[in-house]
């Protein structure tokens, strides 16, 4: 089945520790995207990639990193810089920038 | 600021009744031009899309946007809604003068009643 996977769907950390969610697809997709959505603001630009080895950051990238070392995986770490991680983390991709995006299912992150 | 804007964030609709969510963007250049929907508990997934040609876009389930360049919008349509069709819209859009990223709008909720 091709697509994008997400895991975990759901994560608990406590405040302080960085967490990576994971993105992987295997739709041979050269751009990946990481999206935050948070009630009544839509979804917010973390980070994108246009091909493997680069990243670029969206409109809020502070308090997160991200690594394309292989096409089909794209990490997102949130790390303790994120003032406030708590919310959905959705990863997508797409053929090349501009084009049809396709998302996984999510991961719904909680930080106490 | 460039950016997406849908000003209806709540909407509730009876069955059969038509529907009209705006859209407007304030970029330049070329667009691409997207809505997405998520239905309860589902991943997002694309409903229709403009890249060229014909203004008025048809997509799945009966949805259909019509892209004004002289308006910048790209409102989303159907004429006769369904409970099922209860969900979040969202509109989306890259520019090629703004790095071709995917930029989203708010989102609008849609609740239809049966």
């Known amino acids: 089945d091709g697509g994008i996977t997400q895991s975990p769907k759901y994560l608990f950390r406590k405040e302080g520790q960085n967490v990576t969610l994971s993105c992987e697809q295997n739709l041979n997709h050269d751009a990946m995207y990481w999206y935050r959505q948070d009630p009544g603001q839509g979804l917010r630009l973390i980070y994108y990639s246009q091909i493997v080895n680069d990243f670029q950051k969206g409109d809020i990238a502070e308090g997160y990193s991200v690594s394309r070392e292989k096409k089909e995986s794209f990490p997102l770490t949130v790390t303790s810089a994120q003032k406030n991680p708590t919310a959905f983390y959705l990863c997508?991709?797409?053929?090349?920038?501009?084009?049809?995006?396709?998302f996984g299912q999510g991961t719904r992150l909680t930080v106490v | 600021a460039q950016s997406v804007s849908q000003h209806n964030h709540h909407v509730i609709l009876s069955e059969a009744a038509s529907l009209e969510l705006g859209c407007n963007y304030s970029?330049?250049?070329?667009?691409?031009l997207f809505w997405y929907v998520q239905y309860p508990g589902q991943h997002l997934q694309l409903l229709l899309k403009?890249?060229?040609?014909?203004?008025l876009v048809k997509g799945i389930k009966g949805f259909e946007a019509e892209f004004i360049k002289s308006k910048f919008s790209f409102n989303l349509r159907k004429p006769s809604v369904q409970w099922s069709d209860t969900a979040e819209y969202f509109c989306?859009?890259?520019?090629?003068?703004?790095?071709?990223?995917?930029?989203f709008g708010g989102g609008t909720r849609l609740m239809v009643k049966p």
């Open positions: 970029y330049g250049g070329t667009v691409n």
């Open positions: 997508a991709s797409s053929v090349v920038l501009n084009t049809e995006a396709f």
């Open positions: 989306a859009v890259t520019a090629n003068n703004a790095g071709n990223m995917l930029t």
């Open positions: 403009y890249f060229s040609g014909d203004p």
